[in-house]
């Protein structure tokens, strides 16, 4: 089993900037690759960028150039930096682990809102 839990939402004006942060508990060995992904009122869940344990990264195009996930080969802390907000950036984001053994397994954190005044 993993436990993720998100800090760091909140909210900001048009332009600003916000720093997701995730923590890791559980069978951290096991975890492949990490995630974060949005949801808006409405709206399906998508992922915005992730993170695998040998360092590649994926990022949706709406948030490229802008969003940089971090993180380090451990897996116990996993970061979202977000710059040059929008308010079309307000969702519940989500942390998400994922296991690729014996079959896709994910794991998802509580969420953390993040709205963007315009």
């Known amino acids: 089993q993993v436990q993720l839990v998100e800090s760091g939402g909140g909210l900001v004006q048009a332009g600003g900037s916000l720093r997701l942060s995730c923590a890791v508990s559980g069978s951290i060995v096991s975890i492949d690759d990490m995630g974060w992904y949005r949801q808006a009122p409405g709206k399906q869940r998508e992922l915005v960028a992730r993170l695998t344990r040998i360092g590649s990264t994926d990022y949706a195009t709406s948030v490229k150039g802008r969003f940089t996930v971090s993180g380090d080969n451990t897996m116990k802390m996993v970061f979202l930096q977000m710059n040059s907000l929008r308010p079309e950036d307000t969702a519940v984001y989500y942390c998400?682990?994922?296991?690729?053994?014996?079959?896709?397994?994910?794991?998802w954190g509580q969420g953390t809102q993040v709205t963007v005044s315009s």
């Open positions: 998400n682990a994922r296991v690729l053994y014996a079959g896709i397994h994910d794991y």
